[in-house]
Antibody, heavy 123, light 108 residues
Framework: QLQLQESGPGLVKPSETLSLTCTVS??????????WGWIRQPPGKGLEWIGS???????YYDPSLKSRVTISVDTSKNQFSLKLTSVTAADTAVYYC???????????????WGQGTLVTVSS | DIQMTQSPSSLSASVGDRVTITCRAS??????LAWYQQKPGKAPKLLLY???RLESGVPSRFSGSASGTDYTLTISSLQPEDFATYYC??????????FGQGTKLEIK
């Protein structure tokens, strides 16, 4: 059974860099053709897609965050990571990692999600 | 960028009611649409994809349909466990995604 688990600091100071890691178990990133992504949810608000990465390292970012976001993959550790620079209180959110599934015929919903981790930006 | 406009933002209903939630895409997305259910403190759960295909294990009271750029999620007979927030998401522009704003389904 595929599982994803987010990890990283729960508190980040303004202007610093938010760093999170998603550890994947039950599937190997290096042998997978799936995409892996990050989504966030500010308290009491909706879901916001941040970006995705392929097993080979191709990345795609939301245009509104592109200048501050880096997503990377470490296939040796079966992990992928998120870095968000110059954070402000507006970046306070629950951050989820997820897998872009492949249901065939061009159907690619997000089918597996981590449990999410709350990151608060505060001094 | 593809925008997804979801309505209503909130909805009150009773157990046994039939409810519908709608999502409108800003351009054609050829049914590349998923619906998710999210309960408080939990990650979203995939319900349907390809606008109308039920994910494995999801009860058949959930269904989806499409008409042009309008997509609808229907719950035929609400059960107590269905009270949650629902999101649509387009993956036409995968691996770029867009979510709708969400619909909070509350008990009347």
């Amino acid at each position: 059974q595929l599982q994803l688990q987010e990890s990283g600091p729960g508190l980040v100071k303004p202007s610093e860099t938010l760093s999170l890691t998603c550890t994947v178990s039950g599937d190997s990133l290096s042998s997978s053709t799936y995409y892996w992504g990050w989504i966030r949810q500010p308290p009491g608000k909706g879901l916001e897609w941040i970006g995705s990465i392929s097993y080979s390292g191709n990345t795609y970012y939301d245009p509104s965050l592109k200048s501050r976001v880096t997503i990377s993959v470490d296939t040796s550790k079966n992990q992928f990571s998120l870095k968000l620079t110059s954070v402000t209180a507006a970046d306070t959110a629950v951050y989820y990692c997820a897998r872009r599934g492949d249901r065939g015929f061009g159907e690619f919903p997000l089918d597996y999600w981590g449990q999410g981790t709350l990151v608060t930006v505060s001094s | 960028d593809i925008q997804m406009t979801q309505s209503p933002s909130s909805l009150s209903a009773s157990v046994g009611d039939r409810v519908t939630i709608t999502c409108r895409a800003s351009q054609g997305i050829t049914n590349s649409l998923a619906w998710y259910q999210q309960k408080p403190g939990k990650a979203p759960k995939l319900l349907l994809y390809a606008a109308s295909r039920l994910e494995s294990g999801v009860p058949s009271r959930f269904s989806g349909s499409a008409s042009g750029t309008d997509y609808t999620l229907t719950i035929s007979s609400l059960q107590p466990e269905d009270f949650a927030t629902y999101y649509c998401q387009q993956y036409y522009s995968t691996p770029l995604y867009t979510f709708g704003q969400g619909t909070k389904l509350e008990i009347k």
